[in-house]
């Protein structure tokens, strides 16, 4: 059974930081590119940041420089290090198998707001 669990999120005013994890089941997630996406109020869910199987990365262009992904196969969980918080990036933050989605988690919440 696939499991992704996500964590991490809250209230931070701008400028401030946040770590997202996801933790993982059920998937072969040593050999999976992740992903980490978000979805705000009104709009579509968009992709964030991918990190493949073999550790390489990519941003969507509005967080380049601000936010890092990374991984560990050990504890099969992949985070999202968020840094220089903007309240555009206000959203509900999900992960998931970047080129084989599954069943998508409960997302964590992250709002950015003085």
């Known amino acids: 059974q696939v499991q992704l669990v996500e964590s991490g999120g809250g209230l931070v005013q701008p400028g401030g930081s946040l770590r997202l994890s996801c933790s993982t089941s059920?998937?072969?997630?040593?050999?999976?590119?992740m992903g980490w996406y978000r979805q705000a109020p009104g709009k579509q869910r968009e992709l964030v940041a991918v990190?493949?199987?073999?550790?390489?990365?990519n941003y969507t262009d509005s967080v380049k420089g601000r936010f890092t992904i990374s991984r560990d196969n050990a504890k099969t969980t992949v985070y999202l290090q968020m840094n220089s918080l903007k309240p555009e990036d206000t959203a509900v933050y999900y992960c998931?198998?970047?080129?084989?989605?599954?069943?998508w988690g409960q997302g964590t919440q992250v709002t950015v707001s003085s």
């Open positions: 059920g998937i072969f997630f040593r050999l999976s590119d």
């Open positions: 998931n198998n970047h080129r084989s989605p599954r069943p």
């Open positions: 990190i493949t199987s073999g550790g390489n990365t």
